[in-house]
């Protein structure tokens, strides 16, 4: 069975938000679609260990921000790979809070959507919360970011929590090039590539990285990459 073809059903990128008395959290989904037009309802998936699925259920209320194109990977690695539990999401972010005090994100977000829940729905390892829409607006002109463009151009990985996520196996040890995997995302380093945003040019080697250099996703440092081998491509 060739799970790869999941990837073919059409996702967007976004960060749904919700509260919990006076703190804040929020986390990267791709799960969100409507429901019903008249009330006007959308659907969340979101795994049951998150920090977000607890506030959610202790508020009843959570905000869609929906990200641009322009959103940089070491942004979206912040609300995808970090923990609310350990540090704030919402430092050095511009936010807004909503009259129910769900913050809303304005960063490289084109517009956004409040709802109340109204119904959940066990689905094993993630809740689907059904909302009806209370509120929602756009912010500004934009392309909306993809789950296509986010793998395909900007390179992006999907944490494990995540309901998309698909587990591959390493490729077996061969003569070709050497990449590194991070630990934490499963961002891969490909040589060939470099890391643009970070100012490294293609064709420098792992090895040869500064200490300075971090995952362009997830933010960690060279420490938490293994090596793995793939086949050279012809």
């Known amino acids: 069975m060739d799970t790869n073809i999941l990837h073919n059903i059409s996702c967007g990128m976004f960060i749904v938000s919700s509260k919990k008395d006076r703190f804040l959290n929020g986390q990267i989904v791709n799960t969100v679609f409507q429901v019903t037009n008249s009330p006007v309802t959308v659907a969340i998936s979101i795994n049951k260990e998150n920090l977000t699925h607890e506030y959610i259920r202790a508020s009843g209320i959570f905000t869609v921000s929906i990200l641009s194109e322009e959103a940089p990977l070491p942004f979206i690695g ?11 999401k919402f430092k050095d972010v511009k936010y807004k809070l909503s009259a129910a005090g769900t913050p809303i994100v304005l960063d490289y977000t084109i517009g956004y959507l409040e709802a109340k829940v109204i119904n959940t729905f066990d689905c094993g390892t993630h809740t689907l919360f059904l909302g009806e829409v ?31 996520f698909i587990k591959t196996e390493n490729s077996a040890p061969a003569s070709g090039v050497k990449k590194y995997r991070c630990t934490v995302c499963n961002y891969v380093y490909d040589p ?16 040869q990285l ?21 086949v050279c491509e012809t």
């Open 78 to 88: 912040k609300f995808g790979f970090k923990s609310g539990r350990t540090e704030d």
């Open 134 to 164: 209370t509120d929602m607006s756009l912010l500004k002109s934009g392309k909306p970011l993809t789950y296509e463009y986010y793998h395909q151009i900007k390179k992006g990985t999907t944490p494990q929590t995540a309901p998309t």
């Open 192 to 207: 060939r590539a470099g890391d643009a945003d970070g100012g490294i040019p293609p064709g420098t080697p792992f090895e």
């Open 210 to 230: 500064p200490d300075t250099w971090s995952c362009p996703v997830c933010g960690v440092d060279k420490s938490k990459f293994v090596e793995e081998i793939t």
